[in-house]
């Protein structure tokens, strides 16, 4: 508890750091003057977003011979995303099959291979884009080339570590044997069975095809949102460059260890798109902000709504 506290003092602590230096005078007459036709275009883009997410979930526990609807998972989904974003490292992710064994009486052990298979191919997702980002402009290699490729490395190596350490039953069984996993999940074994069993199932393009697709939807969504943003401003960037940028600062900051990477995603998103893209510094973290308002902020209300509807 003391250390979510910590990090959570020091993310806000970053995100007001972000601000002052920005020029807070400067961000307020921004969002005054903003264009809201395309703010409400987000609102509503960030809406759907939410209900592809839940829907990626329902798909994902049907797999896994959990058969519920979408609003039977939904507010689960939905109180999960709020401790997950208001937790270091978003290690609170599991609290959505938390809330679906209280609410449903699914056991955690059946639905929490679900939330890693799903954050494992998110990842690889978010990957792809940067990557083509990388590759389409030259110049943001040529000014942050070092930053990326540690983060991209970093990556290549978890995401690595995780397929060789998920696909094997007897791996996870150690895994649970080192970390005490046990206050949360009462049957080690039976989990380690059911995440290796849906790693090995990524052989299956029935599978893998649609969870990649709708990971790349979403991704692609959340920047749909930035450039919403940044066009609510008279600001025109790139989509494609913001695409990348976003992506490569989501990476970095889910590295932070911070809560919901508030503060280090403001940071980060600022320099990449500051070493590509001549426009004021105060406009980038306007848009920025409006696009965490939206993407973020919004989803963690509506988070906190969803305990209404839990049962």
């Known amino acids: 508890m003391k250390y979510k506290i910590i990090s959570m003092v020091v993310a806000i602590a970053i995100l007001a750091g972000w601000i002052y230096f920005s020029g807070p005078e400067k961000i307020l007459e921004n969002i005054l003057r903003a264009d809201y036709r395309f703010l409400l275009l987000g609102i509503v883009i960030s809406t759907g977003l939410v209900a592809l997410r839940v829907y990626r979930w329902q798909f994902l526990l049907k797999r896994s011979g959990i058969k519920l609807g979408f609003f039977d998972v939904a507010p689960s989904f939905m109180a999960g995303l709020l401790i997950s974003n208001l937790t270091p490292g978003k290690i609170g992710e599991p609290a959505r099959n938390l809330f679906l064994s209280r609410s449903k009486s699914v056991p955690i052990t059946e639905s929490i291979s679900t939330v890693i298979l799903e954050r494992a191919v998110d990842i690889i997702s978010i990957m792809i884009f940067s990557v083509l980002g990388i590759l389409t402009y030259g110049i943001f290699i040529a000014k942050s080339g070092t930053t990326i490729a540690a983060v991209v490395s970093i990556y290549i190596a978890g995401i690595a570590a995780v397929f060789f350490l998920a696909s094997s039953k007897n791996r996870m069984n150690k895994i649970f044997s080192i970390f005490p996993f046990n206050r949360v999940i009462k049957d080690p074994q039976k989990a380690s069975e059911a995440i290796s069993k849906s790693f090995n199932s990524l052989k299956d393009w029935n599978l893998v095809l649609p969870l990649l697709g709708m990971s790349l939807l979403v991704w692609f969504i959340e920047a749909i949102i930035l450039y919403l943003a940044f066009s609510s401003l008279g600001a025109d960037v790139p989509f494609m460059f913001l695409l990348s940028a976003f992506c490569i600062a989501i990476l970095a900051s889910i590295l932070s260890s911070l809560p ?43 988070g906190a709504i969803s305990f209404k509807f839990l049962k």
């Open 260 to 302: 919901g990477g508030i503060g280090s995603m403001e940071v980060i998103l600022t320099f990449f798109i500051t070493a590509v893209v001549s426009i004021p510094v105060s406009t980038i973290s306007s848009a920025i902000l409006l696009e965490r308002l939206i993407a973020l902020w919004y989803n963690l209300l509506l």
